[in-house]
C-alpha cells in the first residue's frame, strides 16, 4: 500500500474473477475504502491508519472483498441507487448512495453514467482533492487515459465514448490533482489536464 497524495492510499491485488491486477483506493481522513479487495498483507497493512468506517463501490461490478471489510471493520457498503437492484435477495447488504450526495466527509458522489447506469465518479476534497473513477476510463501502464475495448463498451462503442467524455467534461469544474482509476495506474498530480486531455479528445469526432 502506498500513499500516492496526503491521506490516499492505493494498491493492487490480483482479482479472483478476471485474474488481474485491480486498483483500489482507501481515503484515511474520510474513513473511506473505495472498491477494495484485501491487500496482499491483509489487513495488517491498516495497522496504524484510521480504522475504515465505509465501502464506496464506484459500479455495481465493484463489490469484489467489500464483505470481508464489512465482517472486519464493520463497515457499510454503500454504492449509487442505480446499482442496488444487482444485491437484492443476496447476502451482500449494500446500501444506496444519491448523486451530489456527500458519501464520506469530504467525498461528494457524481453521476457518469453511459456506460452503465450506476456508473459513478467520486470527488475527495482532502488534500489537493482527487477523483475515484469506475470503467468509463481505464489507464495501461504508465499512459495515457483511455476506453477498455471497443467489444466491452457495448453495440454503439463511439456513441459511448462520446457520452463518456461529455460525462467526465462536466467534472473538470472540480477541484483534484489525482486520479483513482479501478482499472489502471493512478495519476498523481496533473490529474485535470489529464482528464482533460482525455475528454476533449473526441471533440472533433
Same mark, same amino acid.
Given at each position: 500500500?502506498?500513499?500516492?497524495?496526503?491521506?490516499?492510499?492505493?494498491?493492487?491485488?490480483?482479482?479472483?474473477?478476471?485474474?488481474?491486477?485491480?486498483?483500489?483506493?482507501?481515503?484515511?481522513?474520510?474513513?473511506?475504502?473505495?472498491?477494495?479487495?484485501?491487500?496482499?498483507?491483509?489487513?495488517?497493512?491498516?495497522?496504524?491508519?484510521?480504522?475504515?468506517?465505509?465501502?464506496?463501490?464506484?459500479?455495481?461490478?465493484?463489490?469484489?472483498?467489500?464483505?470481508?471489510?464489512?465482517?472486519?471493520?464493520?463497515?457499510?457498503?454503500?454504492?449509487?441507487?442505480?446499482?442496488?437492484?444487482?444485491?437484492?435477495?443476496?447476502?451482500?447488504?449494500?446500501?444506496?448512495?444519491?448523486?451530489?450526495?456527500?458519501?464520506?466527509? /469530504?467525498?461528494? %458522489?457524481?453521476?457518469?453514467?453511459? @456506460?452503465?447506469? =450506476?456508473?459513478?465518479? !467520486?470527488?475527495? $476534497? #482532502? *488534500?489537493?482533492?482527487?477523483?475515484?473513477?469506475?470503467?468509463?476510463?481505464?489507464?495501461?501502464?504508465?499512459?495515457?487515459?483511455?476506453?477498455?475495448?471497443?467489444?466491452?463498451?457495448?453495440?454503439?462503442?463511439?456513441?459511448?465514448?462520446? /457520452?463518456?467524455? %461529455?460525462?467526465?467534461?462536466?467534472? @473538470?469544474?472540480? =477541484?483534484?490533482?489525482? !486520479?483513482?482509476? $479501478? #482499472? *489502471?495506474?493512478?495519476?498523481?498530480?496533473?490529474?485535470?489536464?489529464?482528464?482533460?486531455?482525455?475528454?476533449?479528445?473526441?471533440?472533433?469526432?
Amino acid at each position: 500500500m502506498e500513499e500516492i497524495a496526503p491521506g490516499v492510499h492505493h494498491w493492487t491485488a490480483r482479482h479472483p474473477q478476471i485474474v488481474a491486477r485491480v486498483h483500489c483506493a482507501y481515503v484515511a481522513p474520510a474513513r473511506a475504502l473505495i472498491d477494495p479487495l484485501l491487500p496482499e498483507d491483509g489487513l495488517e497493512a491498516f495497522e496504524g491508519l484510521p480504522r475504515p468506517e465505509v465501502v464506496l463501490l464506484t459500479n455495481r461490478h465493484h463489490y469484489r472483498h467489500s464483505d470481508r471489510f464489512a465482517a472486519a471493520f464493520g463497515c457499510a457498503v454503500r454504492a449509487s441507487a442505480p446499482a442496488v437492484h444487482e444485491f437484492e435477495g443476496t447476502a451482500r447488504a449494500v446500501e444506496p448512495f444519491a448523486w451530489g450526495e456527500e458519501v464520506a466527509p /469530504g467525498i461528494v %458522489a457524481h453521476e457518469i453514467g453511459v @456506460l452503465c447506469p =450506476d456508473e459513478s465518479a !467520486l470527488h475527495i $476534497a #482532502h *488534500g489537493d482533492g482527487a477523483l475515484a473513477v469506475a470503467d468509463g476510463v481505464v489507464r495501461a501502464g504508465r499512459g495515457d487515459l483511455g476506453f477498455v475495448s471497443d467489444p466491452l463498451l457495448g453495440d454503439d462503442p463511439e456513441a459511448i465514448k462520446q /457520452g463518456l467524455r %461529455a460525462s467526465y467534461a462536466r467534472l @473538470l469544474d472540480l =477541484d483534484f490533482a489525482t !486520479l483513482l482509476l $479501478a #482499472h *489502471g495506474r493512478p495519476v498523481a498530480g496533473g490529474a485535470k489536464d489529464a482528464l482533460r486531455a482525455f475528454a476533449a479528445a473526441g471533440s472533433s469526432t
